[in-house]
């Protein structure tokens, strides 16, 4: 079972950026496909942004995309998702995902697909 910290989150004014991080455990990492979730209260969770497991091809939401980056280093088992011009509506706890995916494609957008979870980093954008 691969874990998953999550780390980066906190407090920003609407138009701030930030840079999430999650650290993955064990020596499979460039074997993970991963994901970004995240869930505000009384919401569910939704996608936000998925990298494959060769950093090939990655995956925004609308919400985000235009204003959000996923990037994966393999040598520190880590994925970045860097996200600009922060809204209030971004806030919300922001998950980290992962599959193991060496060679085969699944839809990323889909929470269910992925089996390992991290414990969240809240983020929070003021107006």
């Known amino acids: 079972q691969v874990q998953l910290v999550e780390s980066g989150g906190g407090l920003v004014q609407a138009g701030g950026s930030l840079r999430l991080s999650c650290a993955a455990s064990g020596r499979t990492f460039s074997a993970l496909a991963m994901g970004w979730f995240r869930q505000a209260p009384g919401k569910e969770r939704e996608f936000v942004s998925g990298?494959?497991?060769?950093?090939?091809?990655?995956y925004y939401s609308d919400s985000v995309k235009g204003r959000s980056t996923i990037s994966r280093d393999n040598a520190k088992n880590t994925v970045y998702l860097q996200m600009n011009s922060l809204k209030p509506e971004d806030t919300a706890i922001y998950y980290c995902?992962?599959?193991?995916?060496?060679?085969?494609?699944?839809?990323?957008?889909?929470?269910?697909?992925?089996?390992?979870w991290g414990q969240g980093t809240q983020v929070t954008v003021s107006s």
């Open positions: 990298i494959s497991w060769n950093g090939r091809t990655t």
């Open positions: 995902a992962t599959k193991m995916a060496f060679g085969l494609w699944f839809d990323q957008t889909r929470p269910e697909e992925y089996t390992s």
